[in-house]
């Protein structure tokens, strides 16, 4: 058992390099993307119990539009990026039904207060998604390289750990990336 921890920590140490050095790997595009996960309350918050849906087509192609117009100039291929973005765009909305639905079942979980979506969260979300966009920018080689996939999952799982997400978050964060490595 003391050898496979040894061995795992090693890999570990191989493959990751230090969160410092996010534009050579790929932490702070996962830290991004568990934030980007994490914004889904508050965005859940604001139309629970409300006649806004969850799914919001107009939106979603506002931000998809922006992207792809944006892509090129950071020299992203605009298909990957809009691809990247709906992912997020999904994870999110799974977020929103899992709380919509544990807030049903539960309505002393209900959060207290209701954010405004358009001066309080829909800011953040620019934000962190002209983040997210910089970053696939700044990890493009990372995300060019076979060993994508096995070091965005070992930096998904830390992301995870350290940011304490529950179930429902987590499986949102692993399907928030699940593109990011995607190569021609």
Not at 30 to 47: C, E, G, H, N, P
Not at 126 to 153: Q, V
């Amino acid at each position: 058992m003391r050898l496979r921890v040894l061995c795992a920590a090693s890999l570990l140490l191989v493959l990751l390099p230090a969160p410092a050095s996010a534009s050579s790997g790929l932490w702070g595009l996962t830290d991004l993307a568990a934030q980007r996960v994490q914004i889904a309350d508050k965005v859940a918050a604001a139309k629970f119990g409300t006649p806004s849906p969850i799914d919001d087509p107009v939106r979603e192609q506002q931000i998809l539009d922006s992207v792809a117009a944006k892509a090129p100039g950071l020299g992203l291929d605009a298909a990957g990026v809009v691809l990247f973005f709906r992912d997020q765009i999904e994870a999110n909305k799974a977020v929103q039904r899992g709380l919509y639905a544990r807030w049903t079942e539960d309505p002393g979980t209900r959060p207290p207060g209701r954010p405004d979506l358009g001066t309080e969260v829909r800011p953040v979300i620019d934000r962190l998604n002209a983040g997210l966009l910089s970053e696939l920018a700044e990890t493009r080689d990372a995300r060019a390289r076979r060993s994508c996939d096995a070091r965005l999952a070992v930096t998904v799982r830390l992301t995870d750990a350290r940011r304490g997400l529950d179930r429902l978050h987590s499986v949102a964060l692993g399907e928030s990336v699940r593109s990011a490595c995607a190569r021609p």
